[in-house]
C-alpha cells in the first residue's frame, strides 16, 4: 500500500487531483442543485465561495463519496468516484482524503492522540503513534496528546480537527466551513495552517464557506 | 488501536450502563453456576453414599425415613428389627451382601454406629492412622470426626444416648479409638464405627438376652443380580415384619421433592440472564443516537459499514465475556464458601476447582446470547445516513 501511493503520489504530482464535471443532485423533497464543473491540481487550493443552500456541503459531501453520484461525475486523482462501491468510497476516502469540519468534533471515548491514530486505523495507513505525536507537535498541540477531547478549547479544537485530516497524509484536503465559528484571530491562524499543511503535504485544497474573511486567503475562487 | 480496543473504549465512555449490564449478567450466570454444582453436587453426594446399597431393611414406616437414617444418617430411625429375623432374611440366595447396622448413641453428635467391618469395603476407605477393631468399644472414627473433636488414637470417650449429642451419657463404657479413616467424601467422614457388640453391651442387656433376642436397626443389603431388585422389596414388604426400602427409588423420590427448589432456582437463573441481556440490548439501543456522530465520523475516516457493525457486536462480546467470566468466578466463590460452612455437614463437595462442561456452556451460552443482541442495533447503526449525520450536527 505505501508503495503504491508513494507511485500514485509521483505520477500525480503535477496532474490533476479533482476534476468535477455535469455535476447534478437531486434530493428526496424533488430540489435539485447543479455544480459548475471544475478542476483543482495537486499543490492548488480552492475557495468555493456560496451562501447557506447554495449546495455547498452537499457538493463536498460528493466530493467526499459520501453521497452517491447521480449524474455527472467526479474524478479523484483520475480514479472516477462513479465506478466505485460503497466499500470502495470509504476505503479510498480513508486512505487519499482528509475530511475538516465547521464544528471539530471527536470520538468522545477517546483521547486526543487515539483520535489521530483511529483515523490512520481506518485510513489503512500504519498506526504510527509517534508520526501522529510529530502531527500534534507541528500543529502545537502535542502537549495534550492524552488528554480527554472535551478539555480543548475552540482554537485547539479545530487544530486537532485539521491534523485528523492529516493523519493519513493525503493528497485531498476537504474542509467544511473550518472558520464560522472562530474568532478573527482564530481564522486567520486556521486559514494558516490549513493553507501551509496543504502545501506541505502536497495536497489539493478545497474549502467550502460563506465566510468571506477567508476570501483574501486564496487565490482561486469559485462561486456556487 | 483495533476494533477490539475500540470498542473497549467505546464501553468504558459509558461507565454507568455498562456497569449495570455487568451486574445484571454476573448475578445469571452466577446463579446458573450455582444451579449446575448444586444439582451436581447433591446428586453426586447422595448417589456415592448408596454404592453397593440395592435396599435397605428395617423397622416398618416411611422408606425414606429409612434411608435417611440408615444410609445418609441424617434422620432418625424408624425402629429396631430383630437381628436373628434379619439373618434368616439374609440368607436368600438372591442376596450377595447383608451388612447390619445399630445406632442410636452419639458422641459430640457424632452418629456411633455398630456394623461389621463390610461397611468400610461398602465405601472403599482407607485409614489415615490405625486400623479395624478388634472386639467390642474399640472405635473407629470418620476424618471429620477426628478433625472436630480432636480425638486421636488411643483417646478414649464416652458415649452418649440419643442421635442429637444431649443425651444421658453412658458412664461406664469407654470406647477407645483404633483407627481413623482418611476422608471419603461420604456418609462414612461424620460417623464413629465399632462393633455390634459395643452397642448392645452399652445398653446393658447383653448378658441376659438370649442371642435370638439382638436387635438391630437396619440391614444394608446388596443383591447377587438384578433379579433381586424384582422379587425381594415385595418379598420383604409381605411376608415379614420389616419394610424394605429401595435407595435409588427414595432418593429419585427426594429430589422430585428437592426439584421445586431447582425449579425456582433455574428459573430465577433464566431470569436474570435474560434481564442481563436485555439490558445490554437496550443499552446498545439508547447509545445508538449518541453514538450516530462518532459512527458517521468514522465512516468519514474510511471505516466501512461492516467495521462499525464489528464494533457494536464486539462490545457485546466484550460485555458478555466479561460477565461470563465474572458470573464463574462468583459461582466458584459462593459453592467454596457453601462448601466451607455446609460441605461437611451434609457429607457433599461442590466442585469450585473445576469446570464443568455445562458451566462452560452456559458461558459460552451467554456471550453467544450478548451478540445475537447486538444483532440489532448494530444493523441500524450500520445503516446511519452518513452525510445527514455529519450536517446535522454540524448546524
Redesign the interface.
Known sequence: MGYFRSRLKAVIEKSTAIAVSGLRHTFEGGASLSFPDFEVNQNEHLLLFGNSGSGK??LL?LL?G??RIQSGDIRLLNQSLKGLS??QL??F???HIG?V???A??????SVI?NI????????SE?NKKSALALLSELKIAHLADQSTAALSGGERQRLGIA?ALA?QPSIILA??PTSSLDDRNTEAVAQLLLREADAYKAALIVVSHDSRLRTHFKNHLEI | ??IWR?SF??L??RQAATFLTLLILVAGVTLGVLLISLSQGLDSGFRNNIKGIDMVVGAKGSPLQLILAAVYHIDNPTGNISKAEADSLARNPLIAQAIPVSFGDSYKAFRIVGTIPAYLALYEIEYAQGAIWSKAFEAVIGADVAAETGLGIGDSFYSAHGLDGLGESHGDHPYTVVGILQRSSTVADRLVLCNLQSIWDVHGHAEEEAETDREITAMLIRFKNKMGILTLPRLVNERTSFQAAVPAIEVNRLFDLLGLGFTILRIMAYATTILGILSLFASLMNSLKDRA??MA???????????IFAIVCAEAVILGTIGAGGGLLFGKIALWVLTQLYGAEIGLQFTYLSLSWGELALALLTIVLCLIAAIYPALRTMKID??NT??D??N
Open positions: 456541503t452537499t459531501h467526499a459520501l453521497i460503497q466499500s470509504d476505503a476516502r480513508g486512505e475530511l469540519f465547521q464544528q468534533r471527536f470520538i468522545k471515548a477517546l487515539e491514530t483511529i483515523a490512520q486505523y481506518f485510513g489503512r498506526v485528523r493519513v467544511d466551513e | 488501536m483495533s475500540l473504549k467505546n468504558l465512555a456522530y462518532d465520523l468514522m465512516r468519514a475516516m474510511g471505516a466501512n459499514p461492516r467495521q452518513v452525510a455529519l450536517t450536527y454540524a
